[in-house]
């Protein structure tokens, strides 16, 4: 499987160790903007940076190019933020998957936009030491994740014949409005568990 990985410019809430121990040798690592700060910390050599560079030092931007890294300077006018623009560019490329760091820490502004570009690049993940998050498509299967927590959150205002196998608290066509709480925290209790509706815009966040 191959992996992109994105770093934004939000938190790294987690200890050095788990991103160092996450990230693969054959993996392709891009920044956007100040993202960069973090693979600077990490001792990672990203592919590309990209965005209008107004959160990442010049010192930084001079090491990487001299690493011979691409980087792609933005208008600050832009119509864009730069994790758009990342991710848009490389959902262009033939990535099985695209793992994203840092999308979740500081503004909330930036936390929201965020996570709806989740639902505009269908292989992109938001990963931390915590939890996952990502899309679901109308139907998701969870295999060997007996005893995890998982929470589906609706971003459209219905979610229409929702079905919940293999949790602790089964649905069965159930209509789940937008600001319902009724599927979080659940937990999985089989080792093959099932989501599928026919129509909504759903978000699962799985606790790792």
Avoid: W
């Avoid at 992996?3 to 956007?32: P, Q, S, T």
């Avoid at 979610?159 to 602790?168: A, E, H, P, Q, Y």
């Amino acid at each position: 499987m191959k992996r992109a990985i994105v770093f934004l410019n939000g938190e790294l809430l987690e200890e050095d160790k788990f991103y160092k121990e996450f990230i693969k040798d054959d993996d392709d690592i891009y920044c956007a903007d100040g993202g960069a700060m973090h693979t600077y910390k990490l001792g990672k050599i990203p592919i590309e940076i990209i965005g209008d560079m107004d959160s990442v030092s010049k010192d930084v931007l001079v090491y990487y190019e001299n690493k011979k890294t691409i980087i792609k300077r933005f208008s600050k006018d832009k119509d864009f933020t730069d994790g758009e623009l990342i991710l848009e560019y490389l959902d262009s490329k033939n990535y099985d998957e695209v793992i994203v760091f840092a999308a979740m820490g500081g503004r909330t502004d930036h936390a929201l936009t965020n996570l709806n570009l989740i639902f505009k690049y269908k292989k992109t993940k938001f990963i931390s030491e915590k939890e996952e998050i990502f899309a679901v498509d109308r139907y998701f299967k969870f295999e060997n994740q007996i005893g995890k927590e998982v929470s589906f959150i609706p971003f459209s205002d219905e979610i229409s014949r929702l079905t919940l196998k293999g949790f602790k608290f089964p649905l069965d066509r159930y209509k789940l409005k937008r600001g319902s709480s009724i599927c979080m925290s659940n937990i999985i209790i089989e080792n093959t568990a099932e989501i599928n509706f026919e129509n909504g815009t759903l978000l699962c966040i799985l606790q790792k």
